[in-house]
């Protein structure tokens, strides 16, 4: 109340009013209420008790919304116990024993719940012990620390009720039936596969009603689709019980079966069982269908939950869900990872950013008490493990997990938040873990005392059966009846899983049902001129009431002239281009990253800012009226949780060009968690195709160690090519058999095909493009519009100077080179003795053209040129390659020679003089015949 009197004085009572100017005048509590008019009034020592009994009272009630939960009953094995906060004692506050029967009146301020102006007076002791049901009991309500007084409200209304939640008969035989099957399905599997690593979810139960329950609600408050995200504790029970996964397909998969499908051309390595996915159409209890999505995952826990945000995200745009009303993401993890996993922290701040909320995430902790063998006083500094909450102001709801109707409570309740408000909540489901960290773990040698007390634990199940018998809900029959049913269903169903095929066609929903077959088919990527001069018009058609920087008029006519003229095309021009035509062509096209909005280094400008107001102009958006939606978007500074959300969005469509900018190339490791376990190797374990795409900034100028390489020997050691086997299949079924492509490329046009190419394939494959810094803006490095209009994209590009190709057999050398080191020797170059080959493509490898490109010149010494060092770069990737391409042509032990910079720990030299030095040295010896 003092918080709003001093934001707004009339907002309280007039008396308030007079009080609390009285206090900040400097009288003590006591002295400083004055009714207004009336001095002899406010004299009177019963109305300054009354107010001042009323203010303590106040606090009182404030102190159990702060730290009520401090005392609730959390943890159902009992081993942690808070100490009785001092401003929850009675005593603090001046009442007595003899005042627990008076009755008070606290209302007329601005809260609702307990505080509500239109709540009757009530006696001490009652609204004592209706605090500490609602604060106190098994669910812990951590809230105020939200800024909003509505959200705040809001809560107050739901838990501060003047009776406590209940659940009718209905509703608890529902609970009841559906704890059922998620105890028996984790006691079927260790019955069937004893000792099996299954990460069950034996001691979280509760759980799978709970999340059900959320599910329920979510679509009778209008939501058609759930995706969600989790590690392996419980991922089974949940797969089986709530996004309804077949039971003989996992029955068929503990027995050693694959559920990849014999039919998919591309095998890969598949992942254990309680990694893997899967998406399913369900009925609620109220009949509605709902779509719930798991994505698959790794083992590194968290690494997840940024996917799901960037899948959501895209579901929102398909289906036109500006509200974000109908998609939800939902994200379960685990107590030790939430606490200490940076991604949480990154993810969870994505969710307040214009083009990265998703409308607010339900977060639910299956909380063991223990992360592995860590104990939460080593894995975490604060009482709590949701503390990352607090950055997006979620509420928390912490609940003993022994408690399934409270759990299914908070689960239903935070349905309703995040349908209301549109922002994250969390579930801090306070639970215990049955076995080890797996089945086969022995979890006593660390944690001796609590799995005494989980040994003693009486199962959830049991727990609640007995209480709906004493209740009169249900009787024992009638539990066995429902028991029966699921034990049956079970074992007819593991009868069943020995006879279980899986299709490859289970992996695809509809949007990608066309991208499950092998095909050889290669489509254009060029673009007629019409539609060349559509989208180039629009790049620089900007309104009069923009008034742009003078460099970027500059920049805006020169586009123009490229545009009008066909010629001069740089290569933020052509990249424009790339995007402006698959507009045209219906393909939403997102682009994200730090800073892309303007591009690192000055070059895109996709979005226009006015220099004497915040108005802002997207040319790229005023393209065509029926054209489709493009987003350009700064991202925060994060690389992995950016990265990450990107990949979910490119999961959803395939129709999608979606495109991850790094600032500078080298930054990209700070996401080589998603690089390696997603983005890499996602297909070959999960079937799930992607066409993100990822630039990185790379090439050698003298910025010193970390501003020169985007480690391209790391993401080419990630390829899955054989250099001793030459493909027998055409250049696009070698493409669709890789895991990605990795490109260098040294031209706008090519830019521009390869990046059209992504959305012009019958497959989806990554693209990982070392984008380049100077040539951004080097003269030389320019298009035509015939490049655009014509061809497509160069895996190789052969040499261009027709005096040194007509002089072939004279040539002495041959440089192989990658990106814009080939700029630097071709300014180098004196004579027509030595000629230079780009490799555009690095993978997959364009065998066939490199040996072609070696054949034309027969006496020549064939080189690799790089500005990496020797151990870094492609040459140690590349050397085997070119020797299986060449040996036809130049017989076996022929080796490729290595020109650049010799080994080093660090990418690049600190010294500008120094690095200036080592490229002189380097483009000489390279041209010198």
Same mark, same amino acid.
């Given at each position: 109340?003092?918080?709003?009197?001093?934001?707004?004085?009339?907002?309280?009572?007039?008396?308030?009013?007079?009080?609390?100017?009285?206090?900040?005048?400097?009288?003590?509590?006591?002295?400083?209420?004055?009714?207004?008019?009336?001095?002899?009034?406010?004299?009177?020592?019963?109305?300054?008790?009354?107010?001042?009994?009323?203010?303590?009272?106040?606090?009182?009630?404030?102190?159990?919304?702060?730290?009520?939960?401090?005392?609730?009953?959390?943890?159902?094995?009992?081993?942690?116990?808070?100490?009785?906060?001092?401003?929850?004692?009675?005593?603090?506050?001046?009442?007595?024993?003899?005042?627990?029967?008076?009755?008070?009146?606290?209302?007329?301020?601005?809260?609702?719940?307990?505080?509500?102006?239109?709540?009757?007076?009530?006696?001490?002791?009652?609204?004592?012990?209706?605090?500490?049901?609602?604060?106190?009991?098994?669910?812990?309500?951590?809230?105020?620390?939200?800024?909003?007084?509505?959200?705040?409200?809001?809560?107050?209304?739901?838990?501060?009720?003047?009776?406590?939640?209940?659940?009718?008969?209905?509703?608890?035989?529902?609970?009841?039936?559906?704890?059922?099957?998620?105890?028996?399905?984790?006691?079927?599997?260790?019955?069937?596969?004893?000792?099996?690593?299954?990460?069950?979810?034996?001691?979280?139960?509760?759980?799978?009603?709970?999340?059900?329950?959320?599910?329920?609600?979510?679509?009778?408050?209008?939501?058609?689709?759930?995706?969600?995200?989790?590690?392996?504790?419980?991922?089974?029970?949940?797969?089986?019980?709530?996004?309804?996964?077949?039971?003989?397909?996992?029955?068929?998969?503990?027995?050693?079966?694959?559920?990849?499908?014999?039919?998919?051309?591309?095998?890969?390595?598949?992942?254990?069982?309680?990694?893997?996915?899967?998406?399913?159409?369900?009925?609620?209890?109220?009949?509605? *269908?709902?779509?719930?999505?798991?994505?698959? #995952?790794?083992?590194?826990? &968290? @690494? =997840?939950?940024? $996917?799901? %945000?960037?899948?959501?995200?895209?579901?929102?745009?398909?289906?036109?869900?500006?509200?974000?009303?109908?998609?939800?993401?939902?994200?379960?993890?685990?107590?030790?990872?939430?606490?200490?996993?940076?991604?949480?922290?990154?993810?969870?701040?994505?969710?307040?950013?214009?083009?990265?909320?998703?409308?607010?995430?339900?977060?639910?902790?299956?909380?063991?008490?223990?992360?592995?063998?860590?104990?939460?006083?080593?894995?975490?500094?604060?009482?709590?493990?949701?503390?990352?909450?607090?950055? *997006?102001?979620?509420?928390?709801?912490?609940? #003993?997990?022994?408690?399934? &109707? @409270? =759990?299914?409570? $908070?689960? %239903?309740?935070?349905?309703?938040?995040?349908?209301?408000?549109?922002?994250?909540?969390?579930?801090?489901?306070?639970?215990?873990?049955?076995?080890?960290?797996?089945?086969?773990?022995?979890?006593?040698?660390?944690?001796?005392?609590?799995?005494?007390?989980?040994?003693?634990?009486?199962?959830?199940?049991?727990?609640?059966?007995?209480?709906?018998?004493?209740?009169?809900?249900?009787?024992?029959?009638?539990?066995?009846?429902?028991?029966?049913?699921?034990?049956?269903?079970?074992?007819?169903?593991?009868?069943?899983?020995?006879?279980?095929?899986?299709?490859?066609?289970?992996?695809?929903?509809?949007?990608?049902?066309?991208?499950?077959?092998?095909?050889?088919?290669?489509?254009?990527?060029?673009?007629?001129?019409?539609?060349?001069?559509?989208?180039?018009?629009?790049?620089?058609?900007?309104?009069?009431?923009?008034?742009?920087?003078?460099?970027?008029?500059?920049?805006?006519?020169?586009?123009?002239?490229?545009?009008?003229?066909?010629?001069?095309?740089?290569?933020?021009?052509?990249?424009?281009?790339?995007?402006?035509?698959?507009?045209?062509?219906?393909?939403?096209?997102?682009?994200?990253?730090?800073?892309?909005?303007?591009?690192?280094?000055?070059?895109?400008?996709?979005?226009?800012?006015?220099?004497?107001?915040?108005?802002?102009?997207?040319?790229?958006?005023?393209?065509?009226?029926?054209?489709?939606?493009?987003?350009?978007?700064?991202?925060?500074?994060?690389?992995?949780?950016?990265?990450?959300?990107?990949?979910?969005?490119?999961?959803?469509?395939?129709?999608?060009?979606?495109?991850?900018?790094?600032?500078?190339?080298?930054?990209?490791?700070?996401?080589?968690?998603?690089?390696?376990?997603?983005?890499?190797?996602?297909?070959?374990?999960?079937?799930?195709?992607?066409?993100?795409?990822?630039?990185?900034?790379?090439?050698?100028?003298?910025?010193?160690?970390?501003?020169?390489?985007?480690?391209?020997?790391?993401?080419?050691?990630?390829?899955?090519?054989?250099?001793?086997?030459?493909?027998?299949?055409?250049?696009?079924?070698?493409?669709?058999?890789?895991?990605?492509?990795?490109?260098?490329?040294?031209?706008?046009?090519?830019?521009?095909?390869?990046?059209?190419?992504?959305?012009?394939?019958?497959?989806?494959?990554?693209?990982?493009?070392?984008?380049?810094?100077?040539?951004?803006?080097?003269?030389?490095?320019?298009?035509?519009?015939?490049?655009?209009?014509?061809?497509?994209?160069?895996?190789?590009?052969?040499?261009?100077?027709?005096?040194?190709?007509?002089?072939?057999?004279?040539?002495?050398?041959?440089?192989?080179?990658?990106?814009?080191?080939?700029?630097?020797?071709?300014?180098?170059?004196?004579?027509?003795?030595?000629?230079?080959?780009?490799?555009?493509?690095?993978?997959?490898?364009?065998?066939?053209?490199?040996?072609?490109?070696?054949?034309?010149?027969?006496?020549?010494?064939?080189?690799?040129?790089?500005?990496?060092?020797?151990?870094?770069?492609?040459?140690?990737?590349?050397?085997?390659?070119?020797?299986?391409?060449?040996?036809?042509?130049?017989?076996?032990?022929?080796?490729?020679?290595?020109?650049?910079?010799?080994?080093?720990?660090?990418?690049?030299?600190?010294?500008?003089?120094?690095?200036?030095?080592?490229?002189?040295?380097?483009?000489?010896?390279?041209?010198?015949?």
């Amino acid at each position: 109340m003092y918080e709003a009197w001093k934001e707004d004085p009339s907002s309280v009572h007039t008396s308030w009013n007079a009080y609390f100017k009285g206090v900040e005048a400097g009288l003590q509590p006591g002295q400083a209420f004055t009714f207004p008019g009336a001095s002899a009034i406010a004299n009177s020592p019963d109305v300054t008790s009354t107010v001042s009994e009323s203010i303590r009272l106040l606090l009182l009630v404030r102190a159990y919304q702060v730290r009520g939960h401090l005392l609730s009953n959390l943890d159902p094995l009992g081993l942690v116990k808070h100490p009785v906060p001092p401003e929850l004692q009675l005593s603090a506050y001046g009442f007595k024993e003899s005042d627990l029967d008076r009755e008070f009146h606290i209302g007329d301020t601005l809260m609702t719940g307990f505080l509500s102006k239109d709540r009757p007076k009530a006696k001490l002791r009652e609204l004592i012990s209706r605090l500490k049901e609602c604060y106190c009991g098994t669910i812990g309500f951590d809230y105020m620390h939200i800024q909003d007084r509505e959200k705040c409200n809001w809560l107050r209304e739901r838990i501060e009720t003047p009776k406590q939640y209940s659940f009718g008969k209905e509703d608890q035989l529902n609970i009841l039936d559906r704890l059922t099957w998620a105890t028996e399905f984790e006691l079927f599997l260790n019955k069937k596969w004893q000792g099996t690593k299954r990460f069950g979810v034996d001691g979280c139960e509760g759980l799978i009603p709970g999340i059900k329950g959320m599910v329920d609600k979510l679509s009778d408050l209008g939501v058609e689709h759930v995706v969600m995200g989790m590690a392996h504790r419980g991922r089974m029970n949940v797969l089986a019980n709530v996004v309804r996964k077949p039971l003989d397909a996992i029955f068929h998969e503990f027995s050693g079966g694959s559920s990849q499908g014999s039919d998919y051309f591309y095998t890969g390595s598949g992942d254990v069982k309680y990694h893997l996915g899967t998406s399913y159409n369900r009925k609620t209890r109220s009949g509605k *269908s709902i779509h719930l999505s798991l994505l698959a #995952n790794p083992s590194h826990l &968290e @690494a =997840v939950n940024p $996917v799901v %945000e960037g899948k959501v995200r895209a579901k929102q745009q398909l289906f036109n869900d500006d509200k974000k009303e109908k998609c939800v993401s939902v994200i379960l993890h685990g107590d030790a990872s939430v606490a200490a996993q940076g991604i949480v922290y990154e993810s969870v701040g994505l969710s307040g950013l214009k083009n990265y909320s998703t409308g607010g995430t339900i977060h639910v902790v299956i909380n063991n008490q223990i992360g592995f063998t860590t104990d939460p006083k080593d894995g975490r500094g604060g009482i709590y493990c949701t503390d990352v909450a607090k950055i *997006s102001e979620a509420p928390i709801f912490h609940v #003993n997990g022994d408690d399934p &109707e @409270a =759990v299914t409570f $908070v689960m %239903e309740l935070a349905a309703e938040w995040r349908q209301t408000f549109h922002k994250d909540v969390f579930i801090d489901i306070i639970c215990y873990r049955k076995f080890g960290h797996n089945e086969g773990d022995e979890p006593r040698f660390t944690q001796p005392l609590m799995y005494k007390a989980i040994d003693k634990q009486v199962p959830t199940l049991t727990q609640y059966k007995d209480k709906l018998i004493a209740k009169g809900t249900v009787n024992q029959e009638e539990i066995d009846a429902i028991t029966d049913k699921v034990k049956g269903i079970l074992e007819e169903k593991y009868k069943a899983s020995s006879n279980y095929k899986s299709k490859a066609s289970d992996w695809f929903d509809s949007l990608w049902k066309e991208f499950g077959d092998q095909t050889d088919k290669e489509h254009h990527t060029y673009v007629t001129e019409a539609a060349f001069k559509k989208a180039g018009k629009a790049l620089y058609t900007i309104p009069s009431e923009i008034t742009l920087h003078p460099n970027i008029k500059t920049i805006i006519k020169k586009r123009e002239q490229s545009i009008e003229k066909g010629e001069g095309i740089d290569w933020g021009t052509a990249e424009s281009l790339a995007y402006g035509t698959l507009l045209l062509e219906g393909k939403h096209v997102r682009v994200s990253g730090q800073d892309c909005e303007r591009g690192t280094f000055s070059h895109r400008h996709a979005i226009l800012h006015d220099q004497n107001s915040d108005k802002v102009f997207c040319p790229l958006n005023n393209v065509d009226a029926e054209q489709a939606e493009f987003v350009v978007s700064n991202s925060s500074l994060s690389e992995f949780g950016v990265l990450g959300f990107e990949l979910g969005y490119s999961l959803e469509n395939p129709s999608n060009l979606v495109v991850w900018e790094a600032q500078f190339g080298d930054f990209a490791n700070g996401a080589q968690v998603m690089i390696d376990q997603f983005v890499s190797a996602g297909e070959s374990k999960w079937r799930r195709q992607s066409g993100i795409v990822m630039l990185l900034p790379h090439g050698y100028d003298g910025s010193g160690p970390e501003h020169s390489s985007a480690r391209l020997e790391r993401f080419l050691q990630m390829s899955d090519s054989d250099p001793d086997v030459i493909p027998t299949h055409n250049n696009e079924m070698v493409a669709q058999l890789s895991n990605w492509t990795i490109a260098n490329v040294s031209t706008p046009a090519n830019f521009f095909h390869v990046l059209r190419r992504q959305v012009h394939r019958d497959f989806r494959k990554p693209l990982v493009v070392m984008s380049p810094k100077n040539l951004l803006k080097l003269a030389s490095c320019q298009s035509t519009i015939a490049e655009f209009t014509s061809g497509g994209f160069k895996r190789v590009i052969g040499e261009t100077n027709q005096d040194v190709v007509a002089n072939a057999k004279k040539v002495k050398k041959v440089l192989f080179v990658s990106g814009k080191i080939y700029y630097d020797l071709v300014k180098a170059r004196t004579t027509n003795d030595v000629a230079v080959v780009r490799v555009e493509q690095l993978y997959p490898f364009p065998f066939d053209l490199v040996a072609e490109e070696a054949a034309k010149y027969p006496s020549a010494e064939v080189v690799w040129v790089q500005e990496e060092h020797k151990n870094m770069g492609a040459w140690n990737w590349i050397a085997p390659h070119f020797r299986t391409a060449l040996k036809a042509k130049r017989g076996e032990g022929f080796y490729p020679q290595y020109l650049g910079r010799g080994s080093s720990a660090a990418p690049a030299t600190g010294s500008k003089k120094e690095h200036d030095k080592q490229q002189a040295e380097l483009i000489s010896k390279a041209v010198s015949p």
